[in-house]
């Protein structure tokens, strides 16, 4: 009944170090997703993938990238972090692919702070 | 102007006392509507799921939609301090081939025992 898992919880990045956020789901969804929470912004959608192999942008792309080998796993990399990455990043999925208006399913999240 | 209006409070209640937290839109397209709980330092948790206009009650929570006048609004009834979290509201619309989820910034509810 793990639904959606993110590991590290908590992570301390220097400036222009790079990471990996991992995000695996076991409930055989499409649709995956990354957002970055932040006070007063709401959720925010930096990446998503309706299926293996498939992803595309969302909303704050710029500084992340991501891939999708497998349908339980949706890592987002950081390339060169900077502080305006420092925030709290979610990751989330739900059934069926692009054409849907399932909700979706959230992890417990990672805190990232770029000093 | 955001297409998801959420007053963030913080808002404070005593226990027992009936809630209502609203959400504002301007985007027509919106046509599913969700609100989600979001306990300190963990995910949102999908609380009401809903398409049409009206009510939907599930225990103590009811949501309810007017699409006419592009306003949501979450009641919940009997509160308890273990409903003290963070609430926000989402809404969803297939726009140019794929799925448009807008969250508002959620207000943040304290129950005082």
């Known amino acids: 009944n793990a639904g959606v898992t993110q590991t590290p919880k908590f992570q301390v990045l220097k400036t222009g170090q790079s990471m990996t956020l991992q995000c695996a789901q076991d409930?055989?969804?499409?649709?995956m997703s990354w957002y970055r929470q932040d006070p007063g912004m709401g959720l925010r959608l930096i990446h998503y993938?309706?299926?293996?192999?498939?992803?595309d942008q969302g909303e704050v792309p710029n500084g992340y990238n991501v891939s999708r080998s497998t349908t339980e796993d949706f890592p987002l990399r950081l390339l060169s972090a900077a502080p305006s990455q420092t925030s709290v990043y979610f990751c989330?999925?739900?059934?069926?692919?692009?054409?849907?208006?399932?909700?979706?399913?959230f992890g417990d999240g990672t805190r990232l702070s770029i000093l | 102007q955001k297409e998801v209006e959420q007053d963030p409070g913080p808002l404070s209640v005593p226990e027992g006392a009936i809630v209502s937290l609203n959400c504002t839109y301007s985007?027509?397209?919106?046509?599913?509507f969700m609100w989600y709980r979001q306990y300190s330092r963990k995910g949102p948790e999908l609380l009401m799921y809903?398409?049409?206009?009206g009510n939907k009650e599930d225990g103590r929570f009811t949501a309810q939609v007017d699409k006419s006048s592009k306003y949501i609004s979450l009641f919940i009834r009997d509160s308890q301090p273990s409903d003290s979290a963070t609430y926000l509201c989402?809404?969803?619309?297939?726009?140019?081939?794929?799925?448009?989820?807008?969250f508002g910034q959620g207000t943040r509810l304290t129950i005082n025992p």
């Open positions: 985007n027509s397209a919106f046509q599913y």
């Open positions: 409930m055989n969804h499409e649709y």
């Open positions: 993938s309706v299926g293996a192999g498939i992803t």
């Open positions: 809903t398409y049409s206009s």
């Open positions: 989330a999925s739900r059934r069926f692919g692009q054409y849907s208006n399932q909700p979706q399913h």
């Open positions: 989402a809404m969803s619309a297939i726009e140019e081939g794929a799925q448009k989820l807008v």
